[in-house]
């Protein structure tokens, strides 16, 4: 596959992952996906045959991104509450990095079985090897003593929730809190994340 095959696909993908994040899964049309892209219908399907194709590869994409970040975060041997953490940190940023999709997936794969298994599927042999290794880490803290007994499944639940409420209410806290300048909203993001993070740390303590 030559450059121009390359960026035309990665256009494509662009494109497509736009309008999915605006219109959802069932209300985007691969016509749009084409318009979009600045290709023709035909184009479209020659790269891929299908939507349900486009949806998969964007979202294991988004998978892929987000393992390699946790796997990151376990390369070097750090101290549980500093691993913590980079866990907590890490998933914020990724979802400032992609603030549509929170709700994206409340209502494409909570709400829609057959996307929701796909993804189980997809996620969750790359989620568990991390899952696994952060669950040891965890085990060895309450065994010592500094950490209070929590299932691994409730810390992971704690964690996703804090964070993604933050950017699901958004919306109404830029307009409450007047975060009307990206300098503002950075500030007032950096501060969410911090406190999220000593939420989680102090919910751990003995």
Not at 78 to 101: D, G, H, K, S, Y
Not at 135 to 151: D, F, H, W, Y
Not at 157 to 162: F, G, K, P, Q
């Amino acid at each position: 596959m030559n450059n121009i095959e390359l960026s035309t696909e990665q256009i494509i993908i662009e494109a497509a992952e736009a309008e999915f994040l605006e219109k959802g899964y069932g209300n985007t049309k691969t016509v749009a996906i084409a318009r979009r892209a600045g290709v023709s219908h035909s184009m479209l399907h020659y790269y891929f045959r299908t939507k349900e194709q486009l949806f998969q590869k964007i979202f294991r994409a988004k998978a892929h991104t987000l393992t390699q970040m946790f796997s990151g975060i376990f390369e070097k041997k750090r101290p549980f509450t500093e691993t913590i953490r980079l866990v907590v940190e890490t998933q914020f940023n990724f979802i400032a990095q992609n603030p549509q999709l929170p709700q994206f997936i409340i209502n494409e794969l909570l709400l829609n079985k057959d996307n929701r298994n796909w993804a189980i599927e997809t996620l969750f042999p790359q989620i568990y090897p991390i899952y696994c290794t952060l669950e040891k880490m965890l085990n060895k803290e309450i065994a010592k003593g500094t950490v209070r007994p929590i299932s691994m499944r409730n810390l992971i639940l704690n964690i996703v929730s804090i964070n993604v409420l933050s950017f699901v209410a958004f919306p109404v806290l830029q307009d409450a809190f007047q975060l009307n300048s990206p300098k503002k909203q950075d500030s007032f993001l950096n501060e969410r994340c911090e406190s999220n993070v000593q939420f989680i740390l102090n919910a751990l303590k003995p």
